[in-house]
């Protein structure tokens, strides 16, 4: 009986587990990609021996959080975490700032898509900033949609932006990103 308990429990831990050539096809990735995931410490595993095993949870987190973005999302996601560092030093300028600009936008977009987006935008700045600082720094499909009509506009002097820009563009080439093979 001892035995059939351990052996069930195994068998479960054993299927929660994939190899890297299993997450690779999950992810839609080539087998090396997925190990250099796990080295960079993106993707957590274990050892079998010198085999890398990965837990399908952990593989099904990544693909549903880390979508591939394009390379101009990737930029605005990386300009969106330098408006976050203002929203986090100073929230009452930024979303003072935001506020005004959403005001504007508004009346340039009654109708439409837009006017969607910037509702959304309204009842985020209403709201807790942690949702703010969470909208701006994710990679989702509905936070993208978000920042390509954030009310963030001018948060961020020309300077900054450039600095930003300056520095995605060095890390962008020198280092894989996810979905880049």
């Known amino acids: 009986m001892r035995t059939a308990v351990f052996d069930d429990t195994r068998a479960s831990v054993s299927q929660d587990l994939l190899t890297t050539g299993e997450a690779a096809r999950i992810l839609g990735v080539s087998r090396q990609h997925v190990v250099n995931l796990c080295d960079r410490g993106d993707l957590p595993f274990t050892t079998t021996g ?18 591939r973005l394009s390379r101009d999302q990737r930029r605005s996601l990386w300009l969106a975490h330098a408006v976050a560092g203002h929203l986090v030093t100073d929230p009452e300028t930024t979303l003072a700032r935001a506020r005004a600009n959403l005001s504007t936008m508004r009346e340039r977009h009654p109708r439409g898509q837009a006017a969607k987006w910037l509702a ?3 009842d985020l700045l209403d709201g807790p900033v942690d949702d703010i600082l969470t909208t701006l720094t994710s990679p989702s499909p509905r936070a993208r949609e ?7 506009a001018a948060v961020l002097s020309e300077d900054e932006r450039r600095h930003v820009r ?11 990103t996810w979905g880049a093979e």
């Open 50 to 67: 010198v085999h890398r095993r990965v837990r399908r949870a952990d593989v099904e987190a990544l693909r549903a959080t880390a979508a």
């Open 120 to 122: 959304e935008w309204a």
């Open 146 to 152: 978000l920042r390509q009509n954030s009310p963030f």
């Open 166 to 176: 300056d520095a995605f563009a060095a890390h962008s080439s020198t280092r894989s």
